[in-house]
């Protein structure tokens, strides 16, 4: 049996009509002699005939009739068919999930370990280290031919035992290695390891010490601070039995954190694994003493850490939630000189323990200041220690206007100079200016006031790059071009706001940047949209180039990185391309346009005319002040989805998103998850209307806060638009989250009560209007707490929601990866929405 484009049946073709027609055949060759002689057989076999003959008809009507409903969707439209999964139309290779997995469209990149030993001047030869041939090296980017190998191979032995290296930092004279191994992973940015230093001019590996935190030279290159079972000690190099640690606390216990961070300082306020900070001389040991002691515990089970546990391993950690104890946290600062410790007592400045400690920074030899917070994030203190004179002051105070005070780590000292006029220390910040972030300079170092450096309505991102003692120049990364661009610009101290470019902005282009320790030299690194590649420069050369790429200032020295394996894999394989637009969602409550960043991925081969054909997959993030929609280069599991299963791919920053100005991203403000969700589904509203588009096969997927976004758009959007939804590792209720992320962009519960109960995903009865929706969590997150899952399902069964699915990773944590959870997590929401393309889940 075959079908016609119409899907029309030919019975004529069918096995019984075949059948039919050899009988009769038969019957027309019976001679009239043998008629009555045979009549009761042939009436017989006629009989049998026909009886096999309406059977078979009737199998085939069936037949006809299960392929009719099995080509049909549950609203009698044509089955939705998926693409060839290998090549386009053209012939082309298609992206796949192997690609992805095995990195087949990853850039190589390389980072540049610059030494920062060098003065800051002319004498900047560009020097960094690398691995090179097992040898841990000294090379200089202005001399090829400079080298100095610091060690060879990546093991030794001492003591008998044998040692793998794990990471290396040169004392800054370059003369000793501070060597890691045995490192185990702690939290997202912490491990343990035991440390050495190695001297090949003396005693070779001297054991620093085993169970260390963290560990760091001291500018002086002979002292090394470091962090043992949450006390600080430094060991000095100097010591003549090359042994000595002198200790520099003695309360730290699991409640009392000094020089390293607790949990919620680790992940959300330092965002790395230290809290000490040598002076630029070495005199001093700035850090911080962090009290857990009325943190609340939050105990994670963990299943399967050994084949034969039949108990679960309960690990506990001290986490704030929303509206509990914070950790109490003061900055203290040690003199090595008469080994006495001054403490600042900043939160006496606050009238409140709960102040967060965001930033320090040493700002001269004596003086270090830090940036303090109240508990919510709304007013921000500049606080001038004085560690000579054992005096804390409070130089400046800022208000948040409405918005809320983020993280930085890029505050940088200016020292006085009298060739550029420079009378006093000073340092450059970033504020918002007129609604938008810029940089700032102070000076002196009690100055309340700043020379704006930047202005206008772009911003600035992280703060300054680098300052180049010799120019007076302040290198900086910002969105001046476009808010999904980044390139690199300079202003100088002594003419503020004049702001030249260093990257060509008349292309579109995505970079960042490092430099060497006078800013004279950069890594400079294009990260798309086309394929990226990475160049050293001279920023201080003169030299015009014939055919300047990337940079319009400075000289190329040469390039590092080219990718031009990838490059031809572009041309080979049909790589569905980002189409990066604006869109306008409607007007606000305000009557004022709503305009997002976007980008869509059409599938290969798209084809605008045909009709109800396209299904719709958006991903979405959406925290506050972050961005997705960014002109890098990637290929994704995005672009997995646009090849194989056909769909259109839409990524919308909505509001609350960064880059955009205060006023875009602070609407969210005591209101998370509200115009966020609408944002999304106003997309979805504009992309189910576009006639080549299935609005019945619209979904939503995301992650962590893309998981929460996920279900607070179905929730509002109760079927309307969004059909089906995945969310991983979502927050469900604010509630249960760590204080210092939520307040800052919730204020605590008991100040705003109302505005958790609306942002927390609750109307599981509108939830359960879409089709079907996904949930995924493992059970060993210690981010977003798998119990926000666990409440969310609670609450799906006392809706009597019941059409979803539920996947459960044991004790994989935030990044699910635990036990190969990292493929199944992927392979689940492929095949889950593919399966919902196909109407599986149609009820």
């Known amino acids: 049996m075959s079908e016609d484009r119409a899907g029309a049946t030919r019975d004529e073709d069918s096995p019984a009509a075949a059948l039919l027609h050899n009988e009769v055949t038969d019957l027309e060759r019976i001679s009239d002699r043998h008629f009555h002689s045979r009549s009761r057989q042939l009436l017989d076999k006629y009989i049998k005939v026909g009886v096999i003959l309406v059977l078979l008809v009737w199998g085939s009507l069936l037949t006809i009739k299960t392929l009719k409903r099995s080509d049909q969707d549950g609203l009698g439209k044509p ?50 280290v690398t691995w090179e041939d097992e040898s841990y090296v000294i090379k200089s980017v202005s001399d090829k031919t400079f080298e100095k190998v610091l060690i060879d191979g990546k093991t030794f032995v001492k003591d008998g035992h044998n040692f793998t290296i794990d990471n290396i930092v040169a004392s800054p004279d370059l003369k000793r290695l501070l060597i890691k191994t045995n490192t185990a992973k702690n939290w997202r940015h912490s491990t343990i390891a035991s440390y050495f230093v190695y001297d090949k001019n003396e005693n070779g590996f001297t054991h620093v010490g085993d169970n260390i935190a963290y560990a760091e030279w001291s500018p002086n290159s002979v002292d090394v601070a470091f962090v043992q079972d949450n006390d600080i ?27 390293r961070p607790d949990w919620v300082y680790e992940e959300e306020v330092l965002e790395s694994d230290k809290a000490l900070w040598w002076s630029p001389d070495g005199s001093y040991l700035g850090f911080l003493r962090i009290d857990e002691t009325d943190v609340n515990e ?56 709960d102040n967060v400690i965001t930033e320090v920074v040493w700002v001269g030899h004596e003086h270090v200041i830090a940036k303090v917070a109240d508990r919510s994030q709304d007013t921000l203190k500049i606080m001038n220690i004085n560690a000579a004179d054992k005096t804390t002051a409070v130089t400046r105070t800022e208000s948040s206007e409405g918005g809320w005070w983020e993280v930085t780590h890029s505050t940088t000292h200016i020292p006085a100079s009298p060739k550029f006029n420079r009378k006093y220390d000073g340092y450059i910040d970033i504020l918002p200016v007129n609604g938008y972030n810029h940089l700032v300079y102070f000076s002196p170092l009690n100055a309340s006031e700043p020379v704006v450096l930047t202005s206008g309505k772009w911003e600035v991102v992280d703060g300054p790059a680098a300052f180049d003692f010799n120019t007076n120049k302040v290198y900086f990364i910002s969105t001046k071009k476009s808010s999904m661009e980044r390139h690199l610009y300079y202003v100088k101290l002594d003419n503020p706001r004049v702001v030249h470019k260093v990257t060509d902005t008349s292309k579109e282009g995505v970079y960042s940047a490092s430099f060497s320790s006078s800013a004279r030299f950069a890594l400079l690194s294009y990260n798309g949209p086309k394929v990226p590649y990475q160049k050293i420069i001279d920023l201080r050369s003169e030299k015009k180039e014939k055919k300047p790429e990337g940079n319009v200032v400075g000289e190329t020295l040469y390039y590092i990185e080219k990718n031009k394996k990838l490059s031809g894999l572009t041309k080979k394989y049909s790589i569905p391309k980002k189409r990066f637009s604006k869109l306008n969602l409607g007007k606000d409550e305000n009557g004022k346009d709503i305009v997002v960043n976007t ?71 005591d209101n998370l998850g509200y115009v966020e969700a609408q944002d999304q589904i106003s997309a979805a509203a504009l992309y ?27 929730e509002m959007d109760a079927g309307k638009h969004f059909k089906y939804g995945m969310s991983v590792a979502p927050v469900t209720d604010w509630r249960l989250y760590d204080s ?104």
């Open 599 to 669: 980008f869509e991925i059409l599938p290969n081969d798209f084809d605008p005319t045909l009709k109800n054909h396209y299904p719709v997959f958006f991903y979405a993030y959406g925290g506050p002040n972050s961005q997705q929609v960014i002109q890098s280069f990637s290929v994704s599991f995005n672009e997995v989805v646009a090849s194989q299963l056909g769909a259109i791919v839409v990524v919308v920053d909505g509001r609350g998103t960064g880059f955009r100005g205060r006023e875009f991203r602070s609407i969210v403000r």
């Open 79 to 128: 089955r939705f068919s998926f693409p060839n999964p290998d090549v386009t139309l053209e012939g082309k290779l298609k992206v796949s999930f192997d690609n992805v997995r095995n990195g087949t469209f990853v850039p190589k990149t390389h980072s540049i370990q610059w030494l920062e030993y060098a003065a800051k001047g002319d004498d900047d030869m560009g020097l960094y």
């Open 688 to 714: 189910s209307a576009k006639p080549f588009v299935d609005a019945d096969k619209i979904s939503l997927f995301g992650w962590s806060y893309g998981g929460y976004l996920t279900l607070k758009t179905l």
């Open 740 to 843: 210092v992320y939520t307040e800052r962009y919730m204020h605590t519960p008991q100040e705003n009560e109302h505005g958790y109960q609306r942002a927390k995903v609750s109307n599981v009865t509108a939830i359960g209007g879409a089709q079907r929706f996904l949930l995924m969590h493992g059970t060993g997150d210690d981010n977003v707490h798998f119990q926000n899952s666990l409440k969310f399902l609670d609450e799906l069964n006392l809706g009597n929601v019941e059409n979803y699915d539920v996947h459960v990773f044991p004790d994989s944590d935030h990044g699910i990866r635990f036990h190969n959870a990292n493929k199944i997590v992927y392979d689940r929401l492929f095949n889950w929405i593919k399966h919902a393309y196909m109407g599986t889940y149609l009820l």
């Open 233 to 259: 000690f430094i060991h000095s190099t100097a010591a003549a039995d090359g042994l000595s640690a002198q200790r520099v606390t003695f309360d730290g216990s699991t409640q009392i954190f000094n020089g």
């Open 298 to 353: 939050f105990t994670i089970p963990y299943y399967a850490q050994t084949e034969d546990s039949i108990y679960p391993e309960m690990r506990s950690i001290k986490y704030p939630k929303s509206g509990t104890p914070n950790p109490e946290v003061d900055l203290l600062v040690y003199d090595l000189g008469n080994q006495s410790t001054y403490q600042a007592h900043i939160p006496k400045y606050f009238g409140d323990p």
